[in-house]
């Protein structure tokens, strides 16, 4: 089956990013300007306590 990426919502069209795929465990991430390159694969509980922790600082910086 085959992965399908997404980009960070903090990328722009200009920037680059990470991208990272829903569903698998580990989950897939890898570099958006080299999308042929290799990924790092994380377990989902360490990738999701990490997007929580980021999302944690982005609502400490809105403050």
Do not use: Q
Request: contains cysteine; hydrophobic residues 30%.
């Amino acid at each position: 089956m085959p992965i399908t990426w997404t980009k960070s919502s903090y990328s722009t069209d200009t920037d680059n990013c990470v991208e990272f795929a829903e569903g698998p465990n580990p989950v897939p991430v890898r570099d958006s300007k080299r999308p042929e390159g290799p990924h790092l694969a994380f377990p989902r509980d360490s990738w999701t306590t990490f997007v929580d922790a980021l999302k944690g600082e982005a609502t400490e910086a809105a403050r």
